[in-house]
Every structure is written in structure tokens, then in C-alpha cells.
């Protein structure tokens, strides 16, 4: 059974940063998706970057915001500079068993951590 679990995330003020976490137990990171999403309240879950086949996929925040890997710990990463209040969300992430569909959409992902909150005040 695929585990994910997040961390690092917490309140910031605006043009801060975090460092989210996500390591993974019971998946080997492949060439399959990996990803961040980030739901705002009242909002559905939206893509924020991924990963497939080493090639980072932005949604927006291109240039704010970096996906990365660490394959020997089984751990994804998502650095997030310059926050912008309208970051502010849960941030997951996700993992795909199998190849097909976008790597920012939500349902190409069949695995997902329980969420870490981020907080950016002005």
C-alpha cells in the first residue's frame, strides 16, 4: 500500500518561504507522475507542478516555485519562494501507478497524502 506523507509547510508572510516534503513508502519513484496540488478553501484541487520522466511540469508560479526529487530517499519536494496570499491552501501530494492523462490534472493520480496547510498573510 502506497503511503505519502507531507510536511513543511506552516504561515508565512507575503514574499517568504517553505520547503514542502512529501516522502513516499510502499512506491518507487519512476518515470510515472509525481506531483503538488493545492486546494483553497471552497475550491477544487488544482495542479501546482509535477514531475515524469525527470521533466518538471508548472501549472503557474513557473520561476516562484520548484519541483524536485531525491529518488535514493523516495522523497519529492515542491521549494516555494516569493509566497503570494493567494497561495494559501492545502497542499498535497500525489503519485501515479500508470502512464495516461496530464500531469497537473487530479485524475491522473491514484495515490495522495493527507495534506499539509499553508498560510501566506500580507
Known amino acids: 500500500q502506497i503511503q505519502l506523507v507531507e510536511s513543511g509547510g506552516g504561515s508565512v508572510q507575503a514574499g517568504g518561504s517553505l520547503r514542502l516534503s512529501c516522502v513516499a513508502s510502499?512506491?518507487?519513484?519512476?518515470?510515472?507522475?509525481m506531483g503538488w496540488f493545492r486546494q483553497a478553501s471552497g475550491n477544487e484541487r488544482e495542479g501546482v507542478a509535477a514531475?515524469?520522466?525527470?521533466?518538471p511540469y508548472y501549472a503557474y508560479a513557473k520561476g516562484r516555485f520548484t519541483i524536485s526529487q531525491d529518488k535514493p530517499k523516495n522523497t519529492l519536494f515542491l521549494q516555494m519562494n516569493s509566497l503570494k496570499p493567494e497561495d494559501t491552501g492545502i497542499y498535497y501530494c500525489?503519485?501515479?501507478?500508470?502512464?495516461?492523462?496530464?500531469?497537473?490534472?487530479?485524475?491522473?493520480?491514484?495515490?495522495w497524502g493527507q495534506g499539509t496547510q499553508v498560510t501566506v498573510s500580507s
Open positions: 510502499g512506491y518507487t519513484f519512476d518515470d510515472y507522475c
Open positions: 500525489a503519485v501515479a501507478t500508470k502512464y495516461g492523462g496530464s500531469c497537473l490534472r487530479p485524475e491522473s493520480y491514484s495515490a
Open positions: 514531475l515524469s520522466i525527470g521533466i
